[in-house]
């Protein structure tokens, strides 16, 4: 197999989100996770990895990811807060090698340089134009600000990474930080599906890709203000165990900010 130093300084990023793995579903994409180290340097998962929320969903998930050969990284989804363990579910995908972000960054040495990446579930309120604000009831003073508090540590997580000088910064999310990759979902539940505090964050950070998930019936492809690529990675949207993409690596000193250029 080729080295990773020989690959022209390319990082081949797999993604994929909305497994919703259940008690059921043992074995069910380990073939194809596999086969992970033939073509991708790292595993992204985008939330909604469990059905319920349960440890034992989550013991399910740390069976299929648990020693690939290639590095985890994910965020954690509605549907894996559910059962409100999102701790334990934390500490079972943890120890089986994940390294789970909520407002943290991870560095990531691959393809002859490093990836950063800062992760966050995010939270719904909707788009520029459209979305909730902070006022009025106590209970909507909270939902929104649930939105606003993930929104900032997703940016300190970037700003972070910026930091460290990546080759390239991918900012990982549940929620969607654009309305783009919603396309095909019922307009009326976009502000369910994510905030454009998220894009800010994204836009105002720097990064060269965001991957989500959460929108089942939305599209793969979409783009924040500043030029970031984002891609929906909801399996049921890519429809198959996980989506591939190349992503280059830059020099550190001259990486390009938010607006790089993956395929």
């Known amino acids: 197999m080729t080295s990773r130093g020989k690959r022209n300084g390319v990082v081949r990023v797999a993604a994929v989100g909305d ?21 991708a340097d790292l595993l992204l998962l985008a939330g909604d990895l469990t059905r319920h929320g349960t440890v034992q969903e989550a013991e399910v998930v740390a069976g299929e990811v648990r020693d690939l050969g290639v590095p985890v ?29 909520e407002g943290e960054r991870v560095v990531l040495p691959v393809a002859g340089g490093t990836v950063g990446i800062a992760g966050a579930k995010g939270f719904c309120g909707g788009f520029a134009g459209r979305s909730a604000g902070e006022f009025g009831e106590r209970e909507m003073k909270d939902f ?9 540590g997703l940016h300190r997580a970037l700003a972070e990474v910026s930091e460290d ?36 964050a994204i836009d105002e950070g720097g990064a060269d890709l ?28 890519i429809g198959r165990a996980f989506a591939l993409y190349h992503l280059p690596l830059a020099v550190p000193a001259s990486r390009p900010g938010a607006g790089g250029q993956p395929p």
Do not use: K, W
């Open 73 to 101: 990284v994910a965020v954690l989804g509605n549907h894996d807060y559910h059962s409100e363990r999102e701790a334990d579910v934390t500490r079972v995908l943890t120890d089986a090698g994940v390294t789970v972000l």
């Open 210 to 237: 965001a991957v989500h998930g959460h929108a089942h019936l939305g599209t793969e492809h979409g783009m924040t203000a500043g030029g970031v690529r984002v891609r929906n990675v909801a399996q049921p949207v």
């Open 144 to 152: 929104v600000r649930t939105a606003r508090r993930s929104a900032e």
């Open 19 to 39: 497994i919703h793995l259940s008690e059921d579903c043992r074995g069910l994409l380990r073939p194809s996770f596999e086969t992970l180290p033939l073509c």
């Open 165 to 200: 000088g990546c080759g390239a910064v991918i900012a990982l999310t549940h929620f969607a930080p654009v309305p783009d990759t919603l396309a095909g979902e019922p307009v009326e539940i976009y502000p369910f599906l994510g905030s454009y505090l998220l894009a800010e």
